[in-house]
């Protein structure tokens, strides 16, 4: 069994020499080691080899975590990557510090009322349903731009980007079409939206399996749990 300081510094590696291969400067991609399913204890471990950024699926799983770590709260940031019900989200407003996993409004709306005005705002991203599939959440293509809008007007959110998880697939050009496909979103975004919406500056894709084909399509999150943190 490799050590978790060992896998995560073979997936730094990783995603340097992906960077270096797209060409672009090693810090523009910010790791996101999504601990769902492993301890408080996975955190620390990853935690005292110097990762800062958690993500998590399954809110109140979460919550155990971040209360067992609360001694390292202003340290770490807390990232929500699974799915929200309506009536779950005030924690998630009074907790994380990001969610990637808005896709509808009412939501954004929830978390925006909900947020307390002692912490700053939430940062939110938008889940796209980029691969077209019935089954899977997140927002059509063409619903961004009006939900967008309106999320970004939202007092208590910072609208930061656009996050999809693509359909499995083989193959770098097969994993790099979905992600090519979103970048496309977030610069369509940006030129419509404008001054409406001034930190539109993420894209969170790319997981244990196809991180270098994010990174090459300009992934700025890439979310890895299995190559950190074993499987689940
Ligand atoms: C579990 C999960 C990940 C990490 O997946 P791995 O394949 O274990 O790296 C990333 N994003 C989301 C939304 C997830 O649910």
Same mark, same amino acid.
């Not at 510094?9 to 990783?14: G, K, L, V, Y």
């Not at 994380?96 to 009322?113: E, G, N, P, T, Y």
């Given at each position: 069994?490799?050590?978790i300081?060992?896998?995560l510094?073979?997936t730094?590696?990783?995603i ?10 090693p ?22 080899a ?22 390292l709260r ?14 779950k ?5 009074e907790?994380?510090?990001w969610?990637?996993?808005?896709d509808?409004l009412?939501?954004a ?25 019935a089954?899977?959440? /997140? *927002? =059509?293509?063409?619903?961004? @731009?009006?939900?967008?809008? $309106?999320?970004?007007?939202? !007092?208590?959110?910072? &609208?930061? /980007? *656009? =996050?999809?998880?693509?359909? @499995?697939?083989q193959?770098? $050009?097969?994993?790099?079409? !979905?992600?090519?496909? &979103?970048?496309? *979103? ?13 930190q539109l500056d ?13 990174v ?12 950190i943190?074993?499987t689940?």
């Amino acid at each position: 069994m490799v050590s978790i300081p060992t896998r995560l510094e073979q997936t730094r590696a990783r995603i340097a020499a992906a960077c270096s291969a797209a060409h672009r400067p090693p810090g523009s991609v910010q790791l996101l080691a999504v601990s769902k399913t492993f301890g408080a204890d996975a955190v620390e471990q990853a935690f005292a080899a110097g990762q800062r950024a958690f993500g998590e699926n399954y809110i109140q799983e979460a919550l155990a975590k971040i209360e067992a770590l609360a001694a390292l709260r202003t340290q770490l940031q807390w990232h929500l990557i699974g799915p929200i019900q309506s009536n779950k989200s005030r924690p998630v407003a009074e907790n994380f510090d990001w969610v990637h996993s808005v896709d509808r409004l009412k939501i954004a709306q929830r978390l925006s009322d909900q947020r307390p005005p002692t912490l700053p705002p939430l940062h939110i991203c938008l889940q796209v349903n980029i691969s077209g599939e019935a089954s899977k959440s /997140g *927002l =059509m293509p063409a619903e961004l @731009p009006e939900v967008a809008r $309106a999320v970004a007007a939202l !007092p208590r959110l910072v &609208l930061r /980007g *656009l =996050m999809a998880i693509p359909e @499995p697939a083989q193959g770098e $050009a097969a994993q790099r079409a !979905p992600h090519r496909a &979103l970048h496309a *979103l977030l610069d369509e975004l940006r030129a419509t939206l404008g001054d409406q919406a001034p930190q539109l500056d993420t894209l969170s894709m790319g997981m244990s399996a196809d991180l270098e084909a994010a990174v090459a399509e300009g992934a700025t999150i890439v979310r890895v749990g299995t190559a950190i943190f074993g499987t689940r």
